[in-house]
């Protein structure tokens, strides 16, 4: 396993921003995938952004195309979701996870979860 920890969950307005950090307890060598996912009370756990560790490349959810960035930052073991435009329905739990099996990345079927930061906009 994995160990994340995610921190930057914080109460904002609509309209403003918030960074997300998931610090790795060890290197991204044995991810293929690490990922930012994100349940509201109520609704299914859902991919926001995914980002391939070996490429950067990137897929981001519709609902947040154009408005999150998914980047990473090996030599810190740390991925980050830099959220601008903050909405009222991006209120959720938000997750880092990462994946080392093989198979789509934007997907839940991740190996090892955080334990989540809590996200809230206000309108």
């Known amino acids: 396993q994995v160990p994340l920890v995610e921190s930057g969950g914080d109460s904002v307005q609509a309209g403003g921003s918030l960074r997300l950090s998931c610090a790795a307890a060890?290197?991204?060598?044995?991810?293929?995938?690490m990922g930012w996912f994100r349940q509201a009370p109520g609704r299914q756990r859902e991919a926001v952004a995914v980002i391939y560790t070996s490429t950067g490349s990137t897929i981001y959810a519709d609902s947040v195309k154009g408005r999150f960035t998914i980047s990473q930052d090996n030599t810190k073991n740390t991925v980050y979701l830099q959220m601008n435009s903050l909405k009222p329905e991006d209120t959720a739990m938000y997750y880092c996870a990462a994946k080392s099996t093989l198979g789509y990345c934007f997907t839940l079927d991740f190996d090892d979860w955080g334990r989540g930061t809590q996200v809230t906009v206000s309108s």
């Open positions: 060890r290197s991204a060598n044995s991810r293929r995938c």
